[in-house]
């Protein structure tokens, strides 16, 4: 993608909402978030905001986990930082799901 195709696309609010395993601990958790949020600043990303929403009960089974500790995040950029910030959780184990809206 050219750099004039990056600077045009929109700025947008998003959110993203990431469940990791339960049996990570409050720090391992924290660091994690931390470096998604540096990716995001990295990458042009502002007004970044994140809130652990605590331990969940699964609706079904993922990666054979009943249970997983929600994380939201909010931030403002454009559709290539969120393309990079998908890559980033799919990349991590830690990570069993996530979805990203806009608004």
Known sequence: ???????????????????????????????????FEKILFDVGGKKIFSYNQGRRRLTYKIKDWQDGIYINLNFVGNGSLVKKLEQELNINEQVLRFLTTSF
Do not use: G, H
């Open 1 to 35: 993608m050219s750099k004039s195709k990056i600077l045009n696309t929109p700025i947008r609010s998003y959110e993203t909402i990431y469940v990791v395993r339960p049996d990570l601990n409050d720090f391992s958790i924290m660091e994690m978030t931390r470096s």
